[in-house]
């Protein structure tokens, strides 16, 4: 009997950019390229529930800035701390009707919250995991795109480097008695526990995978710097920058109620696959 002719299939391994992109084409065997069709028909497993009795886990959304700190200011002059606000209400609201957990705002109005205010607030209400929500602005007018950022005593690059020291500029607001001092980014990384690392790298890697089928990310999208909101020792944190207010096109976007559906709508399927597997870990 003959052997069946290899099929082609191409493969998305990666973006370069907006509208740019690495695909590779591979050369399957046709009973392996008859399964992953088969497998991409069929429905999807919906996720368990925690066993009766034992709490749902908690979600802390934080949306940026707020108050007397309205963040980027975008172009046609829009605040980033409105843009992240109603973002975070939208999946909110996903979130919850699912079930699966409960949510919890560090802010649900236009209010002022400190930087460590915020991660005081997620860890005693014992959050499962954290994610800071963004709209900021760059120098360079032209850059724009989603991405996400965990916690490292070292910056993956300038541009990052940059953001976290003007977010972690935010509680200039809080007055002359709440300030960070200059070393705190560079040991920040020495408070969370490796298991914490793991858990926000995890969560980032989803939420990559999510928001890249509807939004358009930067460059290598997952990138790591000294921001302080992410300090928690015991809680995954992630910071989720939206896109760029700087930039005319993700500012236009980001106030359509439209794409902030979007949005929420990835950063909704990427809690639920940390979520999933929280619950599977947890059963061992």
Known sequence: MLASA????????????????????????????????????????????????????????????????????????TYEKHVSLATALELKRLLTAQGRCRVALTRAKDVFVSLDGRVDRAQSAGAALFVSMHADALSDHATRGASIYTLSSTA??????????????????????????????????????????????????????????????????????????????????VLVEMGFMSNARDEMELRRPEHRKLIALAMNRAVDAFLAARLQLADG
């Open 6 to 77: 290899p099929i082609s299939r191409r493969l998305l391994l990666g973006r370069l950019g907006p509208g740019m992109a690495v695909v590779g084409t591979y050369l399957l065997p046709e009973w392996l390229h008859e399964a992953m069709a088969v497998a991409a028909t069929q429905p999807r497993r919906p996720l368990a529930r925690p066993r009766s009795g034992s709490p749902l886990p908690l979600v802390m959304l934080d949306p940026g800035h707020g108050g007397k700190d309205p963040g980027a200011i975008g172009v046609s002059g």
């Open 156 to 237: 993956s690059d300038a541009q990052t480097a940059a953001l976290a020291q003007r977010e972690n500029s935010a509680d200039r607001f809080a007055g002359p008695s709440v300030h960070a001092s200059p070393e705190v980014a560079q040991i920040l990384a020495s408070l969370v526990r490796r298991e914490t690392k793991a858990g926000s790298a995890q969560v980032a890697r989803d939420l990559v995978g999510a928001l890249d089928h509807d939004v358009p990310m930067l460059p290598n999208p997952q990138r790591h710097a000294g921001f302080v909101v992410l300090k928690a020792a015991d809680i995954p944190s």
